[in-house]
């Protein structure tokens, strides 16, 4: 059993010894999504890699890092070790008259970047302030409710 196990931290060593793959294609036209729990998510037609989610009422953090995460895995097919970070907080949106909403990229510039460094890194709360960002797999995993189902009420 532990020559199984030497060759299995010798993999896992090597595969941390790879180059980084360069970054998927992004479409040419950013598309439009409607994310499961109903949020619109607008892509962006002049800036490849970024896309506005727009907000329904009560919606909080949870609800736009939830519509963002969907919409880079699922429309626009990127991986789940994908980043996402906001570009813009909460706005007036620009392509929505009359609503507000979280402008996000997957395409950071420095000025991003360097906003996403100066952030404290022991917030351990979701935001929605300029340089949050997170893995795509996190931001769809707060589209699940936390909340577990109990059929039998009775064993408790």
Not at 131 to 153: H, K, M, Q, V
Request: charged letters at 20%; aromatic letters at 8%.
């Amino acid at each position: 059993m532990k020559p199984l196990l030497a060759v299995c931290v010798a993999v896992a060593l090597l595969a941390g010894c790879a180059e980084k793959p360069a970054p998927r294609a992004l479409p040419e036209v950013m598309p439009d999504y409607h994310n499961t729990t109903g949020n619109l998510v607008l892509g962006d037609p002049a800036t490849p890699g970024q896309f506005e989610v727009i907000s329904r009422p009560g919606d909080g953090a949870r609800n736009y890092w939830c519509a963002a995460g969907e919409y880079v895995e699922n429309k626009l097919r990127l991986l789940p070790n994908e980043r996402i970070y906001v570009v813009e907080s909460r706005r007036p949106s620009l392509r929505r008259p009359g609503h507000s909403g979280v402008v996000f990229t997957v395409r950071p510039d420095e000025a991003l970047l360097a906003a996403a460094e100066a952030r404290p890194e022991s917030d351990y709360s979701l935001s929605i302030d300029v340089g949050e960002n997170f893995l795509s797999a996190l931001a769809t995993s707060t589209c699940r409710s936390i909340t577990p189902f109990y059929w039998d009420f009775d064993a408790f």
